[in-house]
């Protein structure tokens, strides 16, 4: 694409931002009061993940931030005692000995905070990647118990996104929550001293802390909006990343000499982004000026009080050199609080995405019925009509038939006909928008969705290939007590047994050469592998969804050979667009639009006018080779 036609995108098209994204409004009305208030909640959040982990370690920390605070109270304390007895009266060496407890003391306070702070850094590096991994944990929990509808739903990405940034802060959340404890156990040590020395010098302080306070949390806002305003440009540079470096676009990015077009889309993207960031860090940057404009002139008015009562005579020499050191302890609490009060507000928000995802499965977890089906001998769908979230059409409409066990049923039709919807409803992986589809008699809206799907076996348009042993991309982890017999059965009649056998460890060979240094298989020897882990299920309900597009024509003959027998003990849907392999069909629904256009059998449909006969036709027309002589083929290939 030229820079031109660039320009002419219009805006809202590179923004990728969905339809229905609410985060951004979200994240706008976000204000510092309600952060305040679900601080608690989040920080208890967190404490309750940390506490399932390792409890011993939280009560360590806790502890050791209690005697920390304290021992800097002492330790404090111990001044006015030092100051009082060096500026007494009488020679040097009584004031020393006068002093030495109080000095005593000083030390001993100074060497437990700098022992606790030791043990205080090691039980947060224990603690903290265990919590983000459980934190991950507990959000791929999540993922795996939505709605498969949920990935066809705008904004449900975005949401996934933002979970997934949430429990990256988890861990920081953590250091977070340490930071505010220690600077509230060193304030409050300050403070009680310093109220101990006058009662007017602590709220003169906390009104000297506000300015900045306001200041970072609103710049801390900033920075969080610029990242949601960004989303979607982080989703389309993360999935460029992707595409640019993985193995299975590297030939096309080659071939098509795409290079230097996706480095340049790349570059622009990531330019807007970063302007959104300089934009975000230059409002936090004013922000701070002016919190730290205000700040300094509220401070300047707490030394001028001490001066006063200083010299006015209401505090001693000793009190106010102990103020002093009071002071700078509750000055630098204080900053730390805010810092980490504005700081534990930005991962609060991050950190609110993740609990909401966790808590609500990104408004999609799975909530049906508790009933478990059996195998199902009949499953009908009665007047189905599904619409995918945000389409504007149904992709099903008013879609009624029935299959059997023991009965090939073929779906064809064009492109976007809905076959695959249909599919996926027949097997409870959606459920319907309108209309019914039963399992004997069972809506599957009322079955168990897990036990539902242990009944079906699906070979998908687009198969997994999972980076595991070829075993285990077979039983899927599931091995059934058949054991390894059951596993070459199905690779017999999937034709994986070819495959399996060349691998250097049969069974045992992982098939991941790309990462793990295992072996790596052919397309066509893919799709055999995900034939085999379908034929393997012990399920009642099995679906082909394009199954021998990659396969070879002796692959393809055994596999429709052998899939009467597979029928009869289940249900078998076929989708294809080979319109030989359906006459293995006992019925076929031709489909168009979402609709049934025609059904009966292969020779019915043949035979009878109609959009079957007519793709019948377009598949079998020689007419465009045969306007080419076998000798002039003959010559081509000489
Ligand atoms: N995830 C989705 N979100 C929105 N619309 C979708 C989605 N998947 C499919 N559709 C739409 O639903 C319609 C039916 O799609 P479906 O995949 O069921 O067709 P199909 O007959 O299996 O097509 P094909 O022969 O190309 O595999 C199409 O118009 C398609 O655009």
Same mark, same amino acid.
């Given at each position: 694409?030229?820079?031109?036609?660039?320009?002419?995108?219009?805006?809202?098209?590179?923004?990728?931002?969905?339809? !229905?994204?609410?985060?951004?409004?979200?994240?706008?009305?976000?204000?510092?009061?309600? #952060?305040?208030?679900?601080?608690?909640?989040?920080?208890?959040? %967190?404490?309750?993940?940390?506490?399932?982990?390792?409890?011993?370690?939280?009560?360590?920390?806790?502890?050791?931030?209690?005697?920390?605070?304290? %021992?800097?109270?002492?330790?404090?304390?111990?001044?006015?005692?030092?100051? +009082?007895?060096?500026?007494?009266?009488?020679?040097?060496?009584?004031?020393?000995? %006068?002093?030495?407890?109080?000095?005593?003391?000083?030390?001993?306070?100074? !060497?437990?905070?700098?022992?606790?702070?030791?043990?205080?850094?090691?039980?947060?590096?224990? /603690?903290?990647?265990? #919590?983000?991994?459980?934190?991950?944990?507990?959000?791929?929990?999540?993922?795996?118990?939505?709605?498969?509808?949920?990935?066809?739903?705008?904004?449900?990405?975005?949401?996934?996104?933002?979970?997934?940034?949430?429990?990256?802060?988890?861990?920081?959340?953590?250091? !977070?929550?340490?930071?505010?404890?220690?600077?509230?156990?060193?304030?409050?040590?300050?403070?009680?001293?310093?109220?101990?020395?006058?009662?007017?010098?602590?709220?003169?302080?906390?009104?000297?802390?506000?300015?900045?306070?306001?200041?970072?949390?609103?710049?801390?806002?900033?920075?969080?909006?610029?990242?949601?305003?960004?989303?979607?440009?982080?989703?389309?540079?993360?999935?460029?990343?992707?595409?640019?470096?993985?193995?299975?676009?590297?030939?096309?990015?080659?071939?098509?000499?795409?290079?230097?077009?996706?480095?340049?889309?790349?570059?622009?993207?990531?330019?807007?982004?970063?302007?959104?960031?300089?934009?975000?860090?230059?409002?936090?940057?004013?922000?701070?000026?002016? !919190?730290?404009?205000?700040?300094?002139?509220?401070?300047?008015?707490?030394?001028?009080?001490?001066? #006063?009562?200083?010299?006015?005579?209401?505090?001693?020499?000793?009190?106010?050199?102990?103020?002093?050191?009071?002071?700078?302890?509750?000055?630098?609490?204080?900053?730390?609080?805010?810092?980490?009060?504005?700081?534990?507000?930005?991962?609060?928000?991050?950190?609110?995405?993740?609990?909401?995802?966790? *808590?609500?499965?990104?408004?999609?977890?799975?909530?049906?019925?508790?009933?478990?089906?059996?195998?199902?001998?009949?499953?009908?769908?009665?007047?189905?009509?599904?619409?995918?979230?945000?389409?504007?059409?149904?992709?099903?409409?008013?879609? =009624?038939?029935?299959?059997?066990?023991?009965?090939?049923?073929?779906?064809?039709?064009?492109?976007?006909?809905?076959?695959?919807?249909? %599919?996926?409803?027949?097997?409870?992986?959606?459920?319907? +928008?309108?209309?019914?589809?039963?399992?004997?008699?069972?809506?599957?809206?009322?079955?168990?969705? /897990?036990?539902?799907? @242990?009944?079906?076996?699906?070979?998908?348009?687009?198969?997994?290939?999972?980076?595991?042993?070829?075993?285990?991309?077979?039983?899927?982890?599931?091995?059934?007590?058949?054991?390894?017999?059951?596993?070459?059965?199905?690779?017999?009649?999937?034709?994986?047994? *070819?495959?399996?056998?060349?691998?250097?460890?049969?069974? *045992?060979?992982? /098939?991941?050469?790309?990462?793990?240094?295992?072996?790596?298989?052919?397309?066509? @020897?893919?799709?055999?592998?995900?034939?085999?882990?379908?034929?393997?299920?012990?399920?009642?309900?099995?679906?082909?969804?394009?199954?021998?597009?990659?396969?070879?024509?002796?692959?393809?003959?055994?596999?429709?050979?052998?899939?009467?027998?597979?029928?009869?003990?289940?249900?078998?849907?076929?989708?294809?667009?080979?319109?030989?392999?359906?006459?293995?069909?006992?019925?076929?629904?031709?489909?168009?639009?979402?609709?049934?256009?025609?059904?009966?059998?292969?020779?019915?449909?043949?035979?009878?006018?109609?959009?079957?006969?007519?793709?019948?036709?377009?598949?079998?027309?020689?007419?465009?080779?045969?306007?080419? =002589?076998?000798?002039?083929?003959?010559?081509?290939?000489?």
């Amino acid at each position: 694409m030229t820079e031109a036609a660039v320009s002419e995108v219009p805006s809202e098209e590179l923004q990728f931002r969905l339809d !229905g994204d609410s985060h951004w409004e979200a994240g706008k009305s976000i204000t510092a009061r309600r #952060m305040a208030r679900s601080l608690p909640r989040l920080v208890g959040r %967190s404490l309750q993940l940390v506490w399932q982990v390792d409890r011993r370690s939280v009560i360590g920390l806790l502890g050791c931030q209690v005697i920390s605070g304290a %021992s800097q109270g002492m330790g404090l304390l111990a001044t006015t005692g030092t100051i +009082t007895a060096l500026i007494s009266s009488g020679d040097v060496t009584h004031r020393l000995w %006068s002093a030495w407890p109080s000095v005593a003391v000083m030390i001993a306070a100074a !060497g437990v905070r700098a022992l606790l702070t030791i043990v205080v850094t090691w039980l947060s590096s224990r /603690l903290a990647p265990v #919590m983000a991994e459980e934190a991950h944990l507990l959000m791929l929990e999540a993922s795996v118990t939505t709605e498969l509808a949920a990935y066809d739903s705008p904004g449900f990405g975005d949401r996934r996104q933002a979970a997934e940034r949430g429990a990256d802060f988890v861990r920081d959340l953590l250091q !977070g929550c340490q930071d505010l404890i220690s600077a509230m156990a060193s304030l409050a040590a300050g403070a009680a001293v310093l109220a101990s020395v006058h009662p007017v010098l602590l709220p003169l302080l906390v009104l000297a802390a506000l300015p900045q306070g306001t200041a970072q949390v609103q710049s801390a806002k900033a920075a969080y909006l610029a990242v949601v305003r960004t989303w979607g440009q982080r989703r389309m540079l993360s999935a460029l990343r992707w595409h640019m470096t993985e193995a299975h676009t590297a030939d096309q990015v080659r071939a098509g000499t795409m290079a230097s077009f996706l480095l340049s889309t790349y570059r622009r993207i990531a330019e807007r982004v970063n302007a959104s960031e300089r934009q975000a860090a230059g409002r936090g940057a004013l922000m701070a000026l002016l !919190g730290a404009a205000c700040g300094g002139l509220a401070s300047g008015l707490v030394w001028a009080a001490l001066v #006063m009562l200083l010299a006015t005579g209401r505090i001693s020499v000793a009190s106010a050199g102990t103020a002093v050191l009071a002071l700078r302890t509750v000055t630098s609490s204080v900053q730390s609080l805010v810092a980490g009060g504005a700081r534990t507000f930005r991962i609060g928000m991050y950190l609110e995405d993740w609990s909401t995802f966790v *808590d609500e499965a990104g408004g999609y977890r799975l909530c049906r019925g508790t009933l478990t089906p059996k195998d199902p001998e009949e499953i009908r769908a009665e007047n189905l009509v599904y619409r995918y979230e945000g389409s504007q059409r149904n992709a099903l409409d008013g879609v =009624t038939l029935t299959v059997r066990r023991g009965e090939v049923l073929a779906l064809v039709g064009e492109n976007g006909s809905g076959k695959t919807t249909l %599919s996926k409803l027949l097997t409870g992986l959606y459920v319907p +928008t309108s209309g019914s589809v039963m399992w004997d008699g069972v809506d599957s809206q009322e079955m168990d969705p /897990l036990a539902a799907w @242990q009944r079906v076996a699906v070979v998908p348009q687009e198969y997994a290939r999972w980076p595991l042993s070829a075993r285990e991309n077979i039983t899927l982890g599931q091995p059934t007590p058949g054991g390894d017999a059951a596993v070459w059965a199905a690779c017999d009649a999937s034709g994986a047994d *070819d495959v399996v056998k060349e691998l250097r460890s049969g069974l *045992d060979t992982l /098939l991941a050469r790309e990462w793990l240094s295992g072996e790596e298989l052919s397309g066509g @020897q893919w799709q055999r592998i995900a034939i085999a882990r379908a034929f393997h299920r012990p399920a009642g309900l099995l679906v082909l969804d394009e199954p021998t597009a990659a396969l070879d024509p002796r692959a393809e003959h055994r596999i429709f050979t052998g899939l009467r027998d597979l029928a009869a003990t289940r249900a078998v849907v076929l989708v294809t667009h080979r319109l030989t392999n359906v006459a293995i069909a006992d019925r076929i629904i031709v489909l168009d639009h979402g609709r049934i256009a025609q059904q009966g059998t292969f020779d019915e449909l043949v035979e009878n006018p109609g959009l079957f006969s007519e793709l019948w036709r377009l598949q079998n027309d020689r007419s465009i080779p045969a306007e080419r =002589t076998t000798d002039e083929l003959t010559k081509h290939t000489v």
